[in-house]
């Protein structure tokens, strides 16, 4: 397992160390685990003059699976765009192909107050939210700012989805579903599109259906974004795999991620088309907290049980991974963004040890 570490800015190295611990812990239980590290965003910036260094991107390439913190901080936000740190990290998106993102958002019982929505909406909350990172209105071309006859201006954007970019993460949404069906018994995909209105949502609609078909034991839906944006808050465990465009999914995995209340808690994946994958938490660089040991390591930590399930197809390190850290919070330990009455506020560095303990 050959792991590129790329701890980057604020609290990222803070993070990363934690989950670099598991991953030695790992190492010492007989894993055959090789980790090299590389700068990223504001610290490559410092470092070689660039968010994303030829060598960095290289390694990346070279290596199985990436393992980020995070990029970002106060002091680069005047730098031109091409220099800033979140330029590293749409660029080694695009040069490792990574078109499938995964955010599962995910309520442990002993968080489920840390929720806006009532205990019994969100407790045993288990959805994954599929969202395709490279197409879509983000990427599509033509865009811009024109001037019209009448001298106002006018800005414009492209959707657009080519049967492939589709069909591939269609696929993935298949796959990932019936990975989880194996866990949870049933196999469910919800494909979310605004096929009412949108042509290419018709598209989107016509070959999710067609890759369905070779599924036939998944239960596909089809729903409208406006319904599902709903249905998020309304009733959350209906949904199993949601699978989605880049605009939407962009949108609807924010509000699935704040059903879980605790930002500090969720990993996410982003693959390409042979599992290949780049394992970070969904939270930002968080810079008002760094440097402080307070930050919350285990949505780092479950990257890391991510990276074992999807790139390295380990489904039970995985799992223990995801068992360790339910231990620690069983036995009431706490990092800030996350304590309540009665429990143990610890830092960053202890909720690592702990989690190693547990493992
Ligand atoms: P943020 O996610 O960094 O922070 C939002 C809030 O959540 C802050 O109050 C922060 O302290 C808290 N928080 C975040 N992670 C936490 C953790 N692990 N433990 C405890 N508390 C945590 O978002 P932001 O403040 O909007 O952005 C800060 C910087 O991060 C910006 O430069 C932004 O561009 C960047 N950013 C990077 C990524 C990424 O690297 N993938 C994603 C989002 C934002």
């Given at each position: 397992m050959?792991?590129?570490?790329?701890?980057?800015?604020?609290?990222?190295?803070?993070?990363?160390?934690?989950?670099?611990?598991?991953?030695?812990?790992?190492?010492?239980?007989?894993?055959?685990?090789?980790?090299?590290?590389?700068?990223?965003?504001?610290?490559?910036?410092?470092?070689?003059?660039?968010?994303?260094?030829?060598?960095?991107?290289?390694?990346?390439?070279?290596?199985?699976?990436?393992?980020?913190?995070?990029?970002?901080?106060?002091?680069?936000?005047?730098?031109?765009?091409a220099?800033?740190?979140?330029?590293?990290?749409?660029?080694?998106?695009?040069?490792?192909?990574?078109?499938?993102?995964?955010?599962?958002?995910?309520?442990?019982?002993?968080?489920?107050?840390?929720?806006?929505?009532?205990?019994?909406?969100?407790?045993?909350?288990?959805?994954?939210?599929?969202?395709?990172?490279?197409?879509?209105?983000?990427?599509?071309?033509?865009?811009?700012?024109?001037k019209?006859?009448?001298?106002?201006?006018?800005?414009?954007?492209?959707?657009?989805?080519?049967?492939?970019?589709?069909?591939?993460?269609?696929h993935?949404?298949?796959?990932?579903?019936m990975?989880?069906?194996?866990?949870?018994?049933?196999?469910?995909?919800?494909?979310?599109?605004?096929a009412?209105?949108?042509?290419?949502?018709?598209?989107?609609?016509?070959?999710?259906?067609?890759?369905?078909?070779?599924?036939?034991q998944?239960?596909?839906?089809?729903?409208?974004?406006?319904?599902?944006?709903?249905?998020?808050?309304?009733?959350p465990?209906?949904?199993?795999?949601?699978?989605?465009?880049?605009?939407?999914?962009?949108?609807?995995?924010?509000?699935?991620?704040?059903?879980?209340?605790?930002?500090?808690?969720?990993?996410?994946?982003?693959l390409?088309?042979?599992n290949?994958g780049?394992?970070?938490?969904?939270h930002?660089?968080a810079?008002?907290?760094?440097?402080?040991?307070?930050?919350?390591?285990l949505?780092?930590?479950?990257?890391?049980?991510?990276?074992?399930r999807?790139?390295?197809?380990?489904?039970?390190?995985?799992?223990?991974?995801e068992?360790a850290?339910?231990?620690?919070?069983?036995?009431?330990?706490?990092?800030?963004?996350?304590?309540?009455?009665?429990?143990?506020?610890?830092?960053?560095?202890?909720?690592?040890?702990?989690?190693?303990?547990?493992?």
């Amino acid at each position: 397992m050959k792991i590129a570490v790329l701890p980057g800015d604020g609290i990222g190295p803070e993070i990363v160390a934690q989950a670099v611990k598991i991953l030695h812990a790992l190492r010492s239980d007989g894993l055959k685990i090789e980790l090299e590290q590389a700068h990223i965003g504001g610290a490559a910036y410092d470092a070689a003059g660039d968010p994303l260094p030829d060598a960095t991107l290289k390694l990346a390439q070279q290596s199985d699976a990436v393992l980020l913190g995070a990029v970002g901080g106060y002091q680069y936000d005047t730098l031109p765009r091409a220099m800033r740190p979140e330029q590293g990290l749409l660029r080694i998106r695009k040069g490792l192909g990574l078109f499938a993102n995964l955010r599962p958002a995910m309520v442990y019982p002993e968080l489920v107050h840390a929720s806006s929505l009532k205990p019994e909406l969100v407790s045993g909350l288990d959805v994954m939210i599929l969202r395709e990172l490279t197409g879509d209105i983000y990427f599509g071309q033509p865009r811009g700012m024109r001037k019209l006859e009448n001298g106002e201006r006018q800005g414009f954007d492209t959707m657009l989805y080519s049967e492939s970019e589709i069909r591939r993460v269609a696929h993935v949404g298949f796959q990932i579903a019936m990975k989880r069906a194996g866990l949870n018994g049933m196999a469910k995909v919800c494909s979310v599109d605004k096929a009412n209105v949108l042509d290419t949502s018709m598209l989107w609609r016509e070959i999710v259906t067609e890759v369905g078909s070779e599924y036939p034991q998944v239960v596909l839906s089809h729903m409208y974004v406006d319904n599902a944006a709903m249905q998020l808050v309304r009733a959350p465990k209906q949904f199993d795999v949601i699978v989605t465009g880049n605009i939407f999914g962009d949108i609807l995995s924010d509000e699935a991620s704040m059903l879980t209340g605790s930002i500090g808690m969720l990993p996410s994946a982003s693959l390409d088309a042979n599992n290949k994958g780049l394992y970070e938490p969904c939270h930002g660089s968080a810079p008002d907290i760094a440097g402080k040991n307070i930050a919350n390591p285990l949505a780092t930590i479950l990257s890391v049980a991510m990276m074992m399930r999807y790139t390295f197809t380990r489904e039970d390190v995985a799992q223990r991974i995801e068992a360790a850290v339910r231990t620690t919070l069983q036995r009431g330990l706490r990092t800030a963004d996350i304590v309540e009455a009665g429990m143990k506020t610890i830092g960053t560095d202890m909720m690592g040890d702990a989690v190693v303990q547990a493992l």
